[in-house]
């Protein structure tokens, strides 16, 4: 007996008994199976059409290119917007730019734009246009931004820091009050050093005091036999006197420092006409291109920061462009070692003043570690204008320059030349062909002065390029085994933009314990 469920209550139903065992043995075999079976496989045919509605939301979400059931729709969404840039593209070419730029100044951020065409629920092509010229301002302002940065950056580079401002007036105080300040350099039983050629003589053309100090010391310090040492010094007028009470204040022990003004040089009437002619050339040329640059000038990357660069103030100076006229600065030596004021010496270098130059007038380093690519930035090209007949005709724009800041010079090889001349004339020629032969400064006209001159020697010798930005990227193996390291660039390791990767390198020489230093409160 069974009972039945009705909607008029329970009732109670008869069946036969012979007739319910095999009835009910089918149905449970069955729905066992059947229960197991769903049991099995309904958790994975839920999870796979939930990761199927999910795949197919989340892609039609973000690409236009979706698959499925959305097919049909996204196609419809990708000839819209098609569309809807195309126009608005169109519409930016025949002068819509004055609207959009009324439009998007109302919108501050791209999710307030959203918002308000969510809301009122405008179009695709008023959504496409209003998006578009937001991104043009942005683009803009952005540009607007790395001129003002290139600019800023520029002018960093050149000015004074008001620590440097001060040690050379407190210095020049000195001279005047403090006899020692005054003293002899050389002492007078070092006088005969001064041209002898069994002594190693190394020169700077400075007008830095903090930067020459540095040079000296490093020198000294990394020398085997720095009692072989002589320093040779040339300033200008303004910087004797602090130049001169530096070093006499703060003998160097062991090696020989020679401190000279271009004021006490007698100089003949043609090198006083040919230093005054070459300055007045070289300040057409930066004249000329500062205000190229200042007409033409939009961020172009690391070339608009090049056209800066050349333009640096150092262009103009006189102790900049002296290193041409080094055979009369110094008519008693046959050979130097030439060292710039932006360099720091590592290691002892007195094998390169043992190199022979086999009648070459100057040993310098081609290649040195430039970035991903080699010489990049210092090649032919990179300083001269290929544009031009002569210059395309005579040298190659792929060959890579040499490099100026650390080099010997044999002097007596030099006398025999005439590349001082040749380098007048082609400061004439550039005059006679518009300014255009090359960029600004004192490398380009002095590599096509010395071609066929110049010894290239072993690339430790000289690491370049630690001014730049792409320093960080300097492998530190390299920097370590350079016998020189040489800040060219912009950033000076005595500047505020100085990079700190590699300005310990520099300021380890400085002496903060000196009190000139502590009162003018220099950093490093």
Known sequence: MNLYISAKGIKRLEVPSSKVAPFRRVISRRTLTVVLLLGIFLPFLFVRIAFSVLESASACSSSIDCIGWRLRTSLKLREELTRALLEANNDSINGGGEGMDTISSSFDSFNQLVHDMTSKQQDIKDFVSKTKSMLSRMELKVQSARQRESIHWHLASHGIPKSLHCLSLKLAEEYAVNAMARSHLPPPEYVSRIADPLFMHVVLLT??????????????????????????IVTDKKTYTPMHAWFAINPIQSAVVEVKGLHQYDWTQEVNVGVKEMLEIHRLIWTHHYKKLKQEFHYE???????????????????????????QLFPDLNKIVFLDDDVVVQHDISSLWELELNKKVVGAVVGSWCGENSCSGRRYVDYLNFSHPIIFSTFDPDRCAWLYGMNVFDLKAWRRTNITSTYRKWLKH??????????????????????????????????????YRSTQEAPKEIMEASAVLHFTGPAKPWLEIGFPEVRNFWSRYVNCSNKFIRKCKIVV
């Open 430 to 467: 550039n005059l006679n062909s518009g300014l255009e032969l090359w960029q600004p400064g004192m490398l380009p006209p002095a590599l096509l002065a010395f071609e066929g001159y110049v010894l290239p020697i072993d690339p430790s010798y000289h690491m370049a390029g630690l001014g």
């Open 207 to 232: 007008d830095n005091v903090l930067a020459a100090s540095v040079v000296i010391s490093s020198t000294v310090q990394n020398s085997v036999d720095p009692e072989r040492l002589v320093f040779h």
């Open 301 to 327: 990357g690391e070339a608009q920061m090049r056209k800066l660069e050349a333009l640096s103030p150092s262009g103009l100076s006189l102790m900049n462009h002296l290193r041409l006229y080094i055979p």
